[in-house]
C-alpha cells in the first residue's frame, strides 16, 4: 500500500482505537472511516486503470482496497448502528487474504519489516471477527492493539518515508525490533486482560456464594 495511504490509514486507526477504548464517539469517528475509506477506493481503481495490469501491481492495489472497504463498513456499521457481524465475517475473510501478504513478503520479498507488519494487521482483523462475528468481549483489547498499530505500522513508518529514511538499513533493523516488541506487548496485554477478567468473575462469584451460605 502506498505510503500516503498509510498516513491516512494511520489516523482511521488511530481514531478507532479510541472509540474502542470509549475515548470517542462512534458515530464521528464513523464519519472519519467513510471519507478516508472513499478515498482509499478511488485510489487504486484509478491506479489499476493506469497501470499496465502487471500482476504484482494489482497485487500492491489490490491491498489498498481491503483497507477502503474495512474503513466503509466501519463507517457504515457506526453510523446506522448495524449489526456487526457481517462485518466481523468480512474481516475473517480479510485475515485469511492477509496470511497470503504475509507469506508473500517473506518468501518472495524477503522483507521482515513487511511480513511482520502484514501479521499485526491480519492479527488485528482476527480480532474483530472475534468481537463481531463471535461476539467475543475484547473491545477494550482490541482498542490497545489498534492504538499501538496505528502508529508502529502505519503512521510512524509513513512519516519516515516522507522524511527520506525509511528505505535505509538501520531504520529496518531498528523497526524489525520495535515491530517485534509490539507483538510482545499484545501478548503480555493479553494475559494481563485474561487474568484481570478471570479475577473480576471471581469477586463476583464471592458475594453470591457468601449469600448461599447465610441462608
Keep these: ?22 475515548k470517542a464517539d462512534a458515530k464521528s469517528v464513523g464519519i472519519f472511516n467513510l471519507f478516508v ?48 457481524s457481517g462485518l466481523g465475517w468480512f474481516s475473517l475473510w480479510v485475515s485469511i487474504i492477509g496470511v497470503v501478504y504475509t507469506i508473500t513478503s517473506i518468501i518472495h520479498f524477503h ?54 529514511v525509511w528505505n535505509t538499513q538501520n531504520v529496518y533493523r531498528i523497526w524489525t525490533c520495535i515491530l517485534i516488541l509490539a507483538i510482545f506487548y499484545f501478548i503480555v496485554s493479553f494475559f494481563r486482560w485474561k487474568f484481570s477478567n478471570n479475577k473480576g468473575k471471581r469477586n463476583q462469584a464471592i458475594p453470591v456464594i457468601n449469600a448461599l451460605e447465610v441462608k
Design 1 to 22: 500500500m502506498g505510503f500516503v495511504g498509510l498516513f491516512l490509514s494511520g489516523a482511521v486507526l488511530f481514531l478507532n482505537s479510541l472509540m474502542l477504548l470509549g
Design 111 to 164: 522483507d521482515a519489516v513487511n511480513a511482520l507488519t502484514w501479521g499485526m494487521w491480519t492479527f488485528l482483523w482476527f480480532l474483530f471477527f472475534l468481537s463481531n462475528a463471535l461476539n467475543k468481549k475484547i473491545e477494550h483489547y482490541i482498542g490497545l492493539v489498534a492504538f499501538v498499530q496505528s502508529w508502529v505500522t502505519l503512521t510512524i513508518p509513513a512519516l519516515l518515508y516522507f522524511l527520506g
Design 37 to 84: 475509506g472513499t478515498i482509499q477506493i478511488i485510489i487504486p481503481s484509478y491506479l489499476i486503470i493506469v497501470s499496465n495490469q502487471d500482476h504484482w501491481e494489482l497485487y500492491n492495489n489490490a491491498s489498498i482496497f481491503l483497507f477502503g472497504l474495512t474503513y466503509l463498513y466501519v463507517g457504515f456499521t457506526a453510523l446506522k448502528g448495524l449489526d456487526g
